[in-house]
């Protein structure tokens, strides 16, 4: 198989996993209080109003962001539709930075304690930072940091897919939920980050 046919079997796969990922929330729609992520919250923090409002806000909100990021980096369509390219990624901002939000509230009572508490917070506060100064660049015409800040604010926001593919297999592999997530908590983003950084230095993009 050359490097190309595998580039664009890659890019399949990535643009796949970004849909349906972004289409999981609303599972939640229809769910009770016993499905998902849910199943391991008190029913105290079920009955609160701003907890569950920050958890329905996130994954709607980080979804949609999932959701509409993905087109943002296919280049010829950019080029050919460039108001477009400016409108989705105004949703893409406005709801990377609500979902953000949420998510760095609710770290603060992730299932697993401070080591599944830090994990999360961290990667709330870089993808709002990225993506806010992401939106700064390009505000101020830097197209270079603009476009390589926005590849390390999709990363932090493909963390929802790659959650979803680590916490599975850890959790079969270590027999146990608890110790799986705590792992899950970091493992889902820093290597989105690496894999963020070598995007960048192969684009020539700069990040000052």
Same mark, same amino acid.
């Given at each position: 198989?050359?490097?190309?046919?595998?580039?664009?079997?890659?890019?399949?796969?990535?643009?796949?996993?970004?849909?349906?990922?972004?289409?999981?929330?609303?599972?939640?729609?229809?769910?009770?209080?016993?499905?998902?992520? *849910?199943?391991?919250?008190?029913?105290?923090?079920?009955?609160?109003?701003?907890?569950?409002?920050?958890?329905?806000?996130?994954?709607?909100?980080?979804?949609?962001?999932?959701?509409?990021?993905?087109?943002?980096?296919?280049?010829?369509?950019?080029?050919?539709?460039?108001?477009?390219?400016?409108?989705?990624?105004?949703?893409?901002?406005?709801?990377?930075?609500?979902?953000? *939000?949420?998510?760095?509230?609710?770290?603060?009572?992730?299932?697993?304690?401070?080591?599944?508490?830090?994990?999360?917070?961290?990667?709330?506060?870089?993808?709002?930072?990225?993506?806010?100064?992401?939106?700064?660049?390009?505000?101020?015409?830097? *197209?270079?940091?603009?476009?390589?800040?926005?590849?390390?604010?999709?990363?932090?926001?493909?963390?929802?897919?790659?959650?979803?593919?680590?916490?599975?297999?850890?959790?079969?592999?270590?027999?146990?939920?608890?110790?799986?997530?705590?792992?899950?908590?970091?493992?889902?983003?820093?290597?989105?980050?690496?894999?963020?950084?070598?995007?960048?230095?192969?684009?020539? *993009?700069?990040?000052?």
């Amino acid at each position: 198989m050359s490097q190309t046919v595998r580039n664009k079997v890659a890019w399949v796969v990535f643009v796949f996993l970004a849909i349906g990922i972004g289409l999981y929330p609303l599972i939640y729609i229809f769910a009770t209080e016993d499905f998902g992520l *849910l199943m391991n919250k008190s029913n105290e923090l079920l009955a609160s109003t701003l907890w569950k409002t920050a958890f329905y806000g996130h994954i709607s909100f980080g979804g949609l962001a999932l959701l509409v990021g993905w087109s943002q980096f296919v280049k010829k369509w950019r080029s050919k539709h460039l108001k477009w390219h400016r409108n989705i990624g105004k949703v893409y901002v406005l709801s990377a930075l609500i979902s953000g *939000l949420c998510g760095v509230y609710l770290g603060f009572f992730a299932t697993g304690g401070i080591v599944s508490s830090l994990g999360f917070i961290s990667l709330g506060v870089i993808w709002l930072f990225t993506t806010l100064r992401a939106y700064i660049a390009v505000k101020n015409k830097d *197209l270079s940091l603009h476009q390589g800040l926005m590849i390390y604010s999709y990363a932090a926001c493909f963390a929802a897919v790659t959650l979803r593919i680590w916490l599975p297999l850890l959790t079969i592999i270590f027999g146990e939920f608890l110790l799986a997530y705590k792992i899950v908590a970091w493992l889902c983003w820093l290597p989105n980050m690496v894999f963020a950084y070598f995007w960048v230095q192969r684009k020539g *993009l700069t990040i000052d």
